[in-house]
């Protein structure tokens, strides 16, 4: 139980363009999801947390319109990196909880062009 | 503001040896320390977590040792095998969020060799 899912798994983009990322919760509903970033052989960092029909909440130097996030049902919730640059390429996580723990995805690679 | 320091950065062990790898907090609002596993291109997997009510907790080959007066804690790993190479992150969490909205230490690049 508890499986997240993360579509895509790889993405490259041309610089200016604009790249979705889903996260889905497959066997269970979401109240809130979190969206990490983690650059090569860094540590993850928190971008923002997003509950069901609110806005999200973004950590400090996190553009909010340029990671538009949306958190449209219990199961899915998307990350929009818009106007993508090279210096957005990373590797994005999700993580869904339902409670007190949160179930991590297997992840996005970006690649900007 | 780094919350959360782990060390150290890299680890070599041999097979069979333990692996220790530890970290620091400094928010005493934490209250959830989960130990996460990850491979290069996954996401990270849950080995084991600890709450401060506990010092110790073993899932396997896998130990949490947790001082909460000094605010460390540790992960040992028994008897390390090759497939245990990865890099392992520690994190913390607190509050109403607790175990969900993390906070990652550094990670520690793990290599067992055979």
């Known amino acids: 139980g508890a499986v997240v899912s993360q579509h895509p798994s790889r993405v490259i983009c041309k610089s200016g363009t604009s790249v979705k990322i889903e996260c889905r919760s497959l066997d269970f509903q979401a109240t809130t999801m979190f969206w990490y970033r983690q650059f090569p052989k860094q540590s993850l960092m928190l971008m923002a947390t997003s509950n069901e029909g609110s806005k999200a909440t973004y950590e400090q130097g996190v553009e909010k319109d340029k990671f538009l996030i949306n958190h449209a049902s219990l199961t899915l919730s998307t990350l929009t990196v818009t106007s993508a640059h090279p210096e957005d390429s990373s590797f994005y996580i999700c993580?869904?909880?339902?409670?007190?723990?949160?179930?991590f995805g297997p992840g996005t690679r970006l690649t900007v062009t | 503001q780094q919350q959360v320091k782990q060390s150290p950065q890299s680890l070599i062990v041999q097979k069979g040896g333990i692996s220790i790898i530890n970290c620091a907090y400094e928010?005493?609002?934490?209250?959830?320390f989960p130990w996460y596993q990850q491979f290069p291109g996954k996401g990270p997997a849950l080995l084991i977590a600890?709450?401060?009510?506990?010092s110790e907790k073993k899932e396997g080959r896998f130990t949490i040792s947790f001082n909460k007066s000094a605010k460390q804690f540790s992960l040992h790993i028994m008897d390390s095998q090759p497939g245990d190479s990865a890099t392992y992150f520690c994190a913390a969490s607190g509050g109403e969020t607790s175990g969900s909205r993390l906070t990652f230490g550094e990670g520690t690049q793990l290599t067992v060799n055979p």
């Open positions: 600890i709450r401060p009510d506990v």
């Open positions: 993580s869904a909880s339902a409670g007190t723990k949160g179930h």
């Open positions: 928010n005493t609002a934490f209250d959830y």
